[in-house]
């Protein structure tokens, strides 16, 4: 067997924990029933990954099977690596009636002529996303499959996430995009995690929002019984209040997890108990990187315990409302963020 | 040149003795001010880290101290302990001590545990040596280094021994009053950091305290203390660069918040000397004659208090509310679980006078 073919296919072995690869194996359907029957899913990884080699031979499967393999594994487990988000920008006249199967022709016909030898697959996943997966080559080399790409593309959207692109193939994929998509140019959402569900689900708005309203709660009763008269809560109205704003910041119920906010602030230093910084004419450089488990969570429990003064500053409330963990802060406003442009014909 | 003599420092007070059947230490917190002499207790809160000490000026520590010693202190992450005085530890037994020290972790080692078919698998062989030059007053003791070699479990015969565990023990700039008062067969080494594997490290604090009648116990770097070496350190900008001024919070909230705050190096000392400018015209209209190298605790809170309110500014949140966890800079960081590590022998001095000071306030008395 193909020595490149065998270190794709232990690799990707080692990946995918036991009980997944059961499920992914099944979802694969190129195993035989015998076959499938004489996998024994709870022996050590090893033991297994020489079964499957043996099974790769009887079977002849090519790269090309073991890619598909290894697609159906991360569209069924996209939170893991690091994804960036991007959105297209600038559209043409005829951006919204790109359908899936011109989509595909186009992108696959523009990368090929961009990169001489790659290896594109294109899958479209049951949420009207289409999932990517692009193994780069060179003119002198054959396309790297231990290394591919992956590009979730929601059609309709103007937003793309992206999963290991190195800074030389950023330009290639983005003519490839732009044109496939009728759009002018693509740029960079400043948008970033682990988790590929959170960031979409933030982008794309799908959490529970709050939005201002007169009534936060519902009307009370006139006749109230209250168990005990003689307790009042002193902060009561004013904690309600902090939760209100918070959850109008950052939503309601679970939210997308992110995991880091990061802003680089080149403002200047204002503060009247310090007479010569505030007259600095340069700006006060500095970095601040939030982290958490579940950053939106966390800096709504900030706003709602009131740990961070209520109305929540803009700053933070940009993370959801602006779709992007990345800010360059100056005294005139947040910085531009980079673009790509199509080229003018 | 070094100079080879090593002594245990004398006492030149003779301390009253109370109680004839035992000697016994006066305590720390009585020798930190006049009125303990007068008979008042002071509260627990007079017992306190100095509220203003010496910023001194960089010391070529590599002139008086070995530099391969020295590079063995530096650059690890070390775990940080207080040490109560040590009963008759003498400079020039270290031989002794190191041939004990390795017996005891052999003996520890083979007791109790599943018998070793082919006999000791990893032999131990334990240096102790003192780091000469580092203490600057008589009253400070040598600083003590103590190594721990030996072979990997599966080595081969001609495998040389490896470094596994190092420790020191030292004292730098402690408080002379205190030094002074311990009766003459005490050796105060207060602060003890550690590198290595912890069932070795309680091996050698095990021996000490039976050794030396002394007792061990978690150092924490207080939140005024990592504020003092933020102020400390960016002070040495101008000197040696600090490449970054790094300092992480973490806000009580769920799930917890971690804050990364890190601010260039020139714009922190640029704000440092204004608080310092502004705080010694305070003092020339109150008439006060100052030394510029004497740093006080009201301009570290002042640089401390300009870092969060220009954080609050922009997002409103009060750093105050979290607890300030690690502080970095290219000198060095420290973090608030007691982990330190010294990256520039330079400000070794200050950062080790103020971890000493910590250490004897902490220590129980």
């Excluded at chain 1, 594109?120 to 990517?132: L, Y």
């Excluded at chain 2, 080494?189 to 912890?198: M, V, Y």
Aim: net charge positive; with cysteine.
């Amino acid at each position: 067997m193909d020595a490149s073919l065998k270190s794709l296919l232990q690799r990707l072995i080692r990946r995918i924990p036991s009980q997944t690869l059961k499920i992914t194996l099944d979802k694969w359907g190129r195993l035989t029933t015998a076959q499938q029957q004489s996998m024994d899913f709870t022996q050590p990884k090893r033991v297994l990954t020489e079964k499957l080699l043996g099974i790769c031979e009887e079977n002849e499967w090519t790269v090309k099977h073991i890619t598909e393999l290894e697609m159906i594994f991360i569209m069924d487990n996209p939170n893991q690596g690091m994804w960036n988000a991007f959105q297209l920008v600038d559209p043409e006249y005829d951006s919204q009636s790109v359908e899936l199967m011109q989509f595909k022709e186009q992108f696959k016909c523009h990368l090929s002529e961009l990169v001489k030898h790659v290896s594109v697959k294109m899958k479209k996943h049951t949420d009207e996303a289409v999932w990517i997966r692009i193994a780069w080559g060179d003119g002198f080399s054959r396309p790297n499959h231990l290394k591919p790409t992956y590009i979730v593309h929601q059609l309709q959207t103007p937003y793309v996430f992206v999963t290991s692109l190195t800074s030389k193939q950023k330009p290639l994929l983005s003519q490839a995009l732009i044109l496939a998509t009728r759009y002018q140019a693509i740029k960079d959402a400043n948008l970033n995690g682990r988790k590929l569900t959170a960031i979409r689900d933030l982008l794309m708005r799908q959490y529970q929002q709050v939005f201002p309203t007169k009534y936060a709660s519902p009307l009370t009763e006139k006749n109230q019984t209250v168990s005990n008269t003689c307790i009042e809560r002193e902060q009561a109205e004013t904690a309600a209040n902090r939760h209100q704003m918070a959850c109008e910041a950052f939503g309601d119920g679970m939210l997308p997890q992110l995991q880091s906010a990061v802003y680089k602030l080149e403002t200047k230093f204002k503060d009247h108990a310090n007479k010569t910084m505030t007259e600095r004419e340069e700006p006060f450089r500095c970095v601040v990187k939030f982290a958490s488990t579940n950053l939106l969570e966390s800096l709504r429990h900030c706003a709602s315990s009131g740990i961070a003064s209520t109305p929540v500053t803009p700053l933070l409330s940009s993370i959801p409302l602006k779709g992007k963990n990345y800010f360059v802060i100056t005294d005139n406003g947040p910085g531009p963020s980079s673009r790509m442009h199509q080229p003018q014909s | 040149m070094i100079s080879s003599v090593t002594r245990t420092p004398l006492n030149s007070v003779v301390v009253q003795r109370r109680s004839k059947s035992k000697s016994y230490r006066q305590s720390y917190r009585s020798c930190l001010g006049a009125a303990s002499r007068l008979g008042f207790t002071p509260a627990l809160t007079g017992r306190r880290l100095n509220t203003s000490r010496r910023a001194t000026k960089s010391h070529d520590i590599t002139r008086k101290v070995n530099p391969e010693q020295l590079a063995l202190l530096m650059k690890t992450e070390l775990q940080l302990s207080y040490v109560t005085p040590l009963y008759q530890f003498r400079h020039t037994q270290l031989k002794s001590y190191a041939r004990q020290l390795s017996a005891f972790i052999v003996a520890e080692k083979q007791q109790g545990l599943a018998v070793e078919v082919e006999g000791p698998q990893s032999s131990f062989r334990v240096s102790f040596s003192v780091v000469q030059g580092m203490v600057e007053t008589d009253d400070d003791a040598e600083t003590v280094f103590i190594q721990i070699h030996s072979k990997p479990l599966f080595a081969r015969k001609d495998e040389p021994q490896r470094s596994v565990w190092i420790g020191w023990l030292t004292c730098i700039n402690g408080n002379p009053d205190y030094l002074r008062s311990l009766p003459k067969d005490f050796i105060c080494l207060p602060l003890f950091g550690s590198n290595g594997a912890e069932h070795l490290t309680s091996l050698v604090k095990s021996w000490f305290q039976q050794t030396f009648d002394c007792c061990f116990g978690p150092l924490e770097i207080s939140d005024t203390s990592l504020q003092w070496l933020v102020a400390l350190w960016t002070n040495c900008h101008m000197e040696s660069n600090i490449q970054h001024l790094k300092m992480i919070w973490t806000l009580p909230v769920v799930p917890p918040l971690q804050v990364t705050y890190t601010v260039n190096p020139q714009d922190a000392w640029e704000l440092w000397s204004s608080v310092r400018k502004d705080q010694q015209e305070e003092n020339n209209r109150g008439e006060e004659v100052k030394d510029e190298n004497i740093v006080d605790i009201e301009e570290v809170m002042r640089f401390t208090q300009g870092l969060k309110s220009h954080f609050y500014r922009h997002f409103r949140l009060n750093l105050s509310a979290g607890s300030l966890n690690q502080v970095s800079t290219a000198l060095g960081s420290a973090k608030c679980s007691g982990r330190i590590k010294i990256t520039n022998s330079k400000y070794m001095i200050t950062t080790l006078t103020l971890l000493t000071e910590c250490a004897l306030l902490k220590m129980p008395t």
